[in-house]
């Protein structure tokens, strides 16, 4: 990939599902430990439009992975209002990790930051019932979103960068940005970290612009999960 960090123009040679991009997309940002499994769970979901993973949630100036300060450990989610509601995510949230103990390190523990007073209503009645259904103290900080810094490119689509012959549909095609901004990329690593059905792999993969190696590839691993 080329150091290139330009974000506007997308290559000539777009996957087909990324030249689909719906004109209005609205964030959620979530902390439930080790990031790179809530970018490949949220990756794969219908409606999700782009995941990152960052550190978020503390005064650390230029966070790093091995220089952290009192950042979380954060996904970033951009989904599509109209298929995906905030609600949805919130229950995937919160079923998938577990709020009711303090986390030991701060990197890891259970947040959300809000991006408008819905969000925040959502949050904030959704933890009570959490707590009432959990019968249990529940410690997730719901906060403000203030400043997102993303995590270096070997965190983004974790389980995909370890797939050689899946990062070489990508590579010469995208720069580092337009991988991580990529929903071809968000799916594929969804995918490949055993979220997601075969039903709506095989629904979507035509748009992935994938060669027939790589294509067959995917889905023989998806369908090999039974
Ligand atoms: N399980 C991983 C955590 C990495 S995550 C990005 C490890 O053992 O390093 O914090």
Not at 104 to 110: E, L, T
Not at 168 to 190: K, L
Request: glycine share 6%; with cysteine; hydrophobic share 30%.
């Amino acid at each position: 990939m080329s150091p290139s960090k330009n974000l506007q123009a997308a290559p000539a040679n777009t996957l087909p599902l990324d030249a689909q991009m719906p004109e209005n997309t609205e964030t959620a940002t979530f902390c439930m430990g080790c990031f790179w499994s809530p970018d490949a769970r949220f990756g794969c979901l219908p409606g999700v439009v782009r995941t990152r993973v960052g550190y978020t949630g503390g005064t650390k100036l230029n966070p790093t992975y091995y220089s952290l300060g009192d950042h979380i450990e954060t996904v970033q989610v951009d989904y599509d209002p109209n298929q995906l509601s905030y609600a949805e995510l919130l229950d995937i949230f919160w079923l998938n990790h577990d709020p009711t103990r303090p986390s030991v390190k701060r990197q890891y523990m259970s947040a959300a930051f809000y991006h408008s007073d819905e969000q925040k209503q959502l949050l904030e009645e959704t933890k009570k019932r959490e707590s009432e259904k959990q019968n249990s103290e529940i410690y997730t900080e719901i906060a403000p979103i203030q400043q997102f810094y993303l995590a270096e490119d070997y965190h983004q689509k974790y389980r995909l960068r370890g797939d050689r012959d899946l990062m070489q549909e990508f590579e010469g095609v995208y720069t580092d940005a337009q991988f991580i901004n990529s929903t071809v990329a968000a799916r594929t690593n969804g995918y490949l970290s055993g979220y997601g059905q075969l039903s709506s792999l095989q629904k979507e993969i035509k748009e992935f612009g994938f060669s027939d190696t790589a294509r067959q590839k995917l889905q023989k691993i998806v369908a090999s999960r039974g």
